[in-house]
């Protein structure tokens, strides 16, 4: 069975510094994808940026970008020039090639402060 | 307007009562799931259906029943509700193989149950 941890219950970062959240996952699956949702209080779940495990290049989205590392099975996200819309609950998620299920982490609560 | 809808939004009910939230999605897809979000657990799966009439028990089902009489609706039914199912509950659909955005999240229920 996939897990995924998120061993950063809590964080925080100044705004305009860039912050790094760590996950890790466990699958022996071979081809797979993983996912940074977003989640405001308004309770929203959105989808932040998305990884292909068959792909070595790493994924970005303007501010956002990971650092995925296969072997050590370790898919971090970094967020540059944090802004204060950034405050959020995010959540690390594995999914396989056509199972549709998404597995969360425990997610990591993250603060921008001015 | 195309999208999922959770109701209610917010529940307050008395152990031992049975109570249904409701889920409705307008895109035809496939897959439903139905999540709770609780406080370092992230969102884990309670059921999930891969088309009408199919169902099938995630990571969390006891004490829970589902239904999919019709592809764009999935409830989700606590047939006595105890303390320990007080949480906020996601309702989710997506279509096999679309990893672009692996799955569509309702704005969520938060349920209390006293």
């Known amino acids: 069975a996939q897990t995924v941890t998120q061993s950063q219950p809590e964080m925080s970062v100044q705004e305009a510094e860039t912050v790094t959240l760590s996950c890790t996952y466990d699958?022996?699956?071979?081809?797979?994808?993983l996912f940074w949702y977003k989640q405001p209080p308004s309770r929203q779940m959105i989808l932040v940026i998305r990884q292909e495990a068959y792909k070595q290049q790493n994924a970005t989205e303007n501010r956002f970008s990971v650092n995925f590392q296969k072997a050590a099975k370790s898919f971090s996200l970094k967020i540059s020039d944090s802004q204060l819309g950034d405050t959020a609950m995010y959540f690390c998620a594995f999914m396989r090639v056509w199972g549709g299920k998404l597995i969360f982490g425990q997610g990591t609560e993250l603060s921008v402060k001015p | 307007d195309a999208g999922i809808t959770q109701s209610p939004r917010y529940k307050i009910t008395e152990t031992g009562r049975q109570v249904t939230l409701m889920c409705h999605q307008t895109?035809?897809?496939?897959?439903m799931f139905w999540y709770r979000q609780d406080l370092g657990h992230g969102l884990r799966l309670i059921y999930y259906?891969?088309?009408?009439?199919?169902?099938d028990k995630g990571e969390v089902p006891d004490g829970y029943v589902v239904s999919r009489s019709k592809t764009e609706n999935f409830p989700l039914t606590l047939e006595s509700a105890t303390r320990s199912q007080t949480s906020v509950y996601f309702c989710a659909s997506s279509e096999p193989g679309d990893s672009n955005q692996p799955q569509h999240f309702g704005d969520g229920t938060r349920l209390s149950i006293l």
């Open positions: 259906s891969a088309a009408a009439d199919i169902t």
């Open positions: 895109w035809s897809h496939s897959y």
């Open positions: 699958t022996s699956e071979n081809n797979y994808y």
